[in-house]
């Protein structure tokens, strides 16, 4: 389940100009209602996943595994195999991003779908947050251009840069658009339960 916030705010003063939610009452309701949660450990491994890394790095979440022993886990590692407990190799695989991406096109989305359906108008890469005790990892990105926007629609992409290219893992319509003035901030937070 996730839930999707979207807002244009004026960079200077910090008021928000438009604001819009989607699915975030039913992610609310779904947290409420669930008898079976995932854990902590697992929202700190998803922002893990989430947050950028350059060739070689390294990114580590502080974990409890199953005896109680606190530990740390390193998520993304550019060490040889066997030598610490991770899951992505950025040694050999180079640059991992998470990015979101937006674009002017209302066409109604499909799970065939593999990038946006119209004109890129930004990409940006993404932060990550988790709150313990949320239920939910924060993935966000923000835009800003110098003249008036529309945009219709925005995608959540992993970015493999060493070999140059994307997977699109989630795409959203807008289909009366979002309006963004010049130099305002137009920023896509979607919150992905766990």
Not at 14 to 25: A, I, K, Q, S
Not at 91 to 102: A, C, L, R
Not at 157 to 182: H, K, N
Request: aromatic letters at 10%; charged letters at 25%; proline letters at 3%.
């Amino acid at each position: 389940m996730k839930a999707v916030i979207v807002e244009v705010k004026d960079p200077i003063t910090g008021e928000v100009l438009d604001r819009r939610e989607f699915n975030t009452d039913l992610l609310r309701e779904y947290l409420a209602r669930r008898s079976d949660l995932g854990t902590d450990n697992f929202g700190k491994l998803l922002k893990a996943i989430f947050t950028p890394t350059d060739c070689k790095g390294r990114v580590g979440v502080s974990v409890v595994d199953e005896s109680g022993a606190s530990r740390t886990f390193y998520v993304k590692d550019n060490a040889g195999a066997g030598s610490t407990p991770h899951h992505f190799n950025t040694y050999y695989s180079g640059v991992y991003k998470v990015k979101i991406k937006v674009g002017d096109s209302n066409v109604a989305p499909s799970r065939d779908q593999h990038c946006l359906q119209g004109t890129v108008l930004g990409e940006a890469e993404v932060s990550a947050s988790y709150v313990e005790g949320s239920g939910f990892v924060n993935i966000s990105a923000s835009f800003s251009w110098d003249t008036d926007k529309v945009v219709y629609e925005f995608g959540l992409f992993f970015d493999l840069g060493s070999i140059d290219t994307a997977m699109m893992l989630d795409r959203t319509v807008v289909s009366d658009g979002i309006s963004v003035p010049a130099g305002k901030v137009l920023t896509i937070t979607y919150q992905i339960s766990i």
